[in-house]
């Protein structure tokens, strides 16, 4: 929480009614309290098809084809990236749900999380 001062002509100090008033005025700013995030990454491995990567990000994360087709190409030169920012509920679920996918399909895809 951050206090702020306000004096002269916007405060209430000097303004020559005789009334008094001699304090300063103070403020104290409300800080809106945000969420910490969560960024999902997608690993690369020798492995799991293109075509099947392409469907995670598309399924799980709502990915239109083409961005998917440039997430995955960028996982796979690059070796990872970042394929969207959650609260830390949602990029669980979101891990959780790539992994168990990729497990049943039998696929050594990798996907993670960690603080923004
Ligand atoms: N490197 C894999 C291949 O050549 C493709 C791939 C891309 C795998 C992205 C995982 O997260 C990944 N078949």
Known sequence: MRTEMMAGPSGNEGDGNGAGE????????????????????????????????????????GINHAQAVEIMLTVHKKGVAVVGVFSFEIAETKVTQVMDYARRNQHPLQCTMEKE
């Not at 392409?54 to 399924?59: A, G, I, K, P, S």
């Open 22 to 61: 001699t304090g300063v005025a103070t403020k104290t700013k409300p800080k809106t309290q945000r969420p910490p995030l969560y960024k999902v990454l997608l690993l690369n491995d020798d492995y799991t098809p293109m075509e099947f990567v392409v469907h995670v990000l598309e399924r799980f994360f």
